[in-house]
């Protein structure tokens, strides 16, 4: 793997432990739903998704 590759998923990586973490994650506890879902398991889910996409497109790139 490239290292500007590896560069790319540490820092990820550091993001995700970054909006993981208990001060921004309490941003999103409120009592609000968005299409019924609660705004904090919304972001959370939404975050996991995000890294999942950012990573594929990494990693295929690494691959190309």
């Known amino acids: 793997m490239k290292r500007r590759h590896e560069q790319k998923?540490?820092?990820?990586?550091?993001?995700?432990?970054?909006?993981f973490n208990v001060p921004?994650?309490?941003?999103?506890d409120i009592n609000y739903a968005f299409f019924g879902i609660p705004i904090l398991y919304f972001s959370i889910f939404s975050f996991w998704a995000l890294s999942i996409i950012i990573s594929y497109i990494v990693l295929k790139k690494h691959y190309e």
């Open 24 to 28: 921004i994650i309490l941003i999103f």
């Open 9 to 19: 998923l540490v820092i990820l990586s550091i993001v995700l432990f970054l909006c």
